[in-house]
Nanobody
Framework: QVQLVESGGGLVQAGGSLRLACAAS????????MGWFRQAPGKEREFVAA????????YAADSVKGRFTISRDNAKNTVTLQMNSLKAEDTAVYFC?????????????????WGQGTQVTVSS
C-alpha cells in the first residue's frame, strides 16, 4: 500500500483560503486514484473531491464545487486541495485517500490507503 501524509491544515477566517497537500510514498504514485474526504465532529466522513490516476477525471462534491480544486503532481508524488471561499461548515478533519487504479469515486469504501488527517477550522 501507499503511505499518505497530509499537511496544510489550520485556522482561517470565513472567506479565506487554505491549501492542503498529501505526500505519498511507498508505491508508484501515478498508479493511484486519489481522494479527499472530511469528517466533522459528530458527523460521518464525507467525500470532498477525487482525481483519477492520470488526472484526466475529476469529481467533486456539490458542496465544494466552484470553491475547492483538486490537482496532482505525479512527478512530486503529491495531491493538493486548494480551498477558497471557506465557510464555517467546512470545518473538519481532512483525510487523503488512495485507491489503486480505478475511477475517481466518492465512495470511501473503494479507497484502501488513508492518511492520518489534518484539521481545518474556519471561524465565522
Amino acid at each position: 500500500q501507499v503511505q499518505l501524509v497530509e499537511s496544510g491544515g489550520g485556522l482561517v477566517q470565513a472567506g479565506g483560503s487554505l491549501r492542503l497537500a498529501c505526500a505519498a510514498s511507498g508505491r508508484t504514485f501515478s498508479f493511484y486514484t486519489m481522494g479527499w474526504f472530511r469528517q466533522a465532529p459528530g458527523k460521518e466522513r464525507e467525500f470532498v473531491a477525487a482525481i483519477s490516476w492520470s488526472g484526466a477525471s475529476i469529481y467533486a462534491a456539490d458542496s465544494v464545487k466552484g470553491r475547492f480544486t483538486i490537482s496532482r503532481d505525479n512527478a512530486k508524488n503529491t495531491v493538493t486541495l486548494q480551498m477558497n471561499s471557506l465557510k464555517a461548515e467546512d470545518t473538519a478533519v481532512y483525510f487523503c485517500a488512495a485507491r489503486l487504479w480505478g475511477v475517481a469515486s466518492g465512495d470511501d469504501k473503494k479507497y484502501n490507503s488513508w492518511g492520518q488527517g489534518t484539521q481545518v477550522t474556519v471561524s465565522s
